[in-house]
């Protein structure tokens, strides 16, 4: 009888321990799935960013529309993305922004509204004035109390704001490009023959590298590479994204003061624009439909990449003119 209970105890610890090993085994395996899928996530991110300045406007819309399906895990790298990139990127980045700021999920709205408000205050001009005018246009949407009582909080990056360190190196015509951006640190290099890697470095201390004979098969094997091979050259190549040209500025809205609110001479609303004279209003009507007949008659052969993207550029324009005009719901 004694044996018998000898053998079961023995029986159930080794059982026991079998069970707590098979468990610390399975955990590492679950934790490096999730980093995978995080590092994953962040690449398909930025691939659809960089396919924000596509020459095609499908492309360009295509990539708007599926960063908009992937709400506020996209955040942190659009602010980066206005912060950094060309006009239509900031123009795209921060109308998402805008919309993400207008969401029901409390979370993503006030990471949204953050961003935009570390963008109104930031270093690049052009981003800031949109991101202000995207403010603005929210204050009108959604009330300004509800605008004013969100405090902008601290960027998800490691470091407040946007912050780069850039080391290049040349070895008898091979380059390495050595790229820090908020803690997250990727290098380049190209070789003579045309050979090309990528070295993520990861936040556990772990290192990814892809390897390609030449950049045109690192854009076959991974896009997110290629991607990134292509604005770190353009980084080390061009240095910071300039400044538009003046005539690309965003319009800015500027208030009038009033009288009222006790010792307050400024309300924050618009000013009283005069009602513009109807014949003005019509003549532009008529303006816009001989367009709209231009355009028809030309067809598509007659428009390269870059005036087809000055006119989406305008009509973006056009119809951010409109919406504006829309009344709001009191």
């Known amino acids: 009888m004694m044996s018998l209970q000898l053998a079961s105890s023995t029986f159930l610890g080794t059982l026991f ?75 795209r980045t921060i109308d998402l922004l805008k919309s993400f700021a207008g969401s029901p999920d409390d979370e993503t709205a006030s990471m949204a509204l953050s961003a935009l408000r570390r963008l109104a205050s930031g270093g690049n001009k052009s981003a800031g004035f949109m991101a202000q005018e995207a403010i603005e246009q929210l204050k009108r949407k959604l009330g300004p109390h509800r605008i004013d009582q969100e405090q902008a909080k601290p960027a998800m990056l490691p470091q407040v704001g946007f912050q780069r360190s850039v080391r290049i190196s040349n070895n008898n015509g091979s380059r390495e490009i050595d790229v820090t951006e908020n803690g997250e640190r990727i290098v380049v290099r190209t070789a003579v023959d045309g050979s090309v890697s990528i070295t993520w470095h990861l936040p556990n201390g772990k290192e990814k590298t892809v390897e390609a004979d030449s950049a045109a098969d690192l854009k076959k094997q991974d896009q997110a590479s290629f991607a990134k091979l292509q604005q770190l050259i353009k980084i080390a190549d061009n240095g910071p994204a300039r400044m538009p040209a003046l005539e690309n500025m965003p319009r800015i809205r500027v208030r009038a003061p009033r009288m009222g609110n006790e010792l307050d001479p400024f309300t924050g609303g618009d000013a009283t624009q005069p009602k513009p004279d109807v014949t003005d209003f019509e003549d532009i009507k008529r303006r816009m439909d001989e367009m709209r007949k231009s355009v028809e008659a030309k067809g598509a052969d007659e428009f390269d990449s870059l005036k087809l993207k000055r006119l989406d550029e305008a009509l973006r324009q056009i119809e951010e003119t409109v919406k504006d005009a829309e009344p709001t719901a009191s």
């Open 17 to 91: 321990v079998v069970l707590c090993i098979t468990s610390v085994a399975n955990a590492e395996p679950i934790t490096d799935a999730a980093e995978d899928i995080a590092v994953r996530q962040d690449q398909v991110v930025r691939t659809l960013i960089s396919q924000l300045d596509a020459n095609q406007f499908a492309q360009r819309q295509n990539a708007s529309d599926e960063l908009a399906k992937l709400g506020k895990v996209a955040v942190p790298a659009m602010e980066q993305a206005a912060q950094n990139g060309s006009g239509e990127v900031a123009s």
